[in-house]
């Protein structure tokens, strides 16, 4: 099962971006998603996550008023609003299709990925 996320690029720091995630309506229908990311020489941490039906979402601290996760299930698709960009969330972002409906934070807790996206906010 492919993931396709989409979106990333080159922002100055203080601007904006939107995250998207798509895939087969099977891959999302009962399944919570999260969005992850890894920068250079660092382990992949999470982000944000949000639950089966968009009823619940879990975000990090470090993203926390910055990054919104959504979802729209008659689209197949999950974005990541991203806000405010500073020059340490340069990474890149994959997005992750969960083992349950759960807004998980683990990565352990997710089984299928995407590619990954790159952003990079220049100071």
């Known amino acids: 099962v492919q993931l396709q996320a989409s979106g990333g690029g080159l922002v100055q720091a203080g601007g904006s971006l939107r995250l998207s995630c798509a895939a087969p309506?099977?891959?999302?229908?009962?399944?919570?998603v999260g969005w992850f990311r890894q920068a250079p020489g660092k382990e992949r941490m999470f982000v944000a996550s949000?639950?089966?039906?968009?009823?619940?979402?879990s975000v990090a601290d470090s993203v926390k008023g910055r990054f919104t996760i959504s979802r729209d299930n008659a689209k197949n698709t999950v974005y990541l609003q991203m806000n405010s960009l500073k020059p340490e969330d340069t990474a890149v972002y994959y997005c992750?299709?969960?083992?349950?409906?759960?807004?998980?934070?683990?990565?352990?807790?997710?089984?299928?990925w995407g590619q990954g996206t790159l952003v990079t906010v220049s100071s």
């Open positions: 992750a299709s969960g083992r349950s409906g759960g807004a998980a934070t683990r990565a352990g807790l997710y089984n299928y």
């Open positions: 949000i639950s089966w039906n968009g009823g619940s979402t």
């Open positions: 309506r099977r891959t999302f229908s009962n399944n919570g």
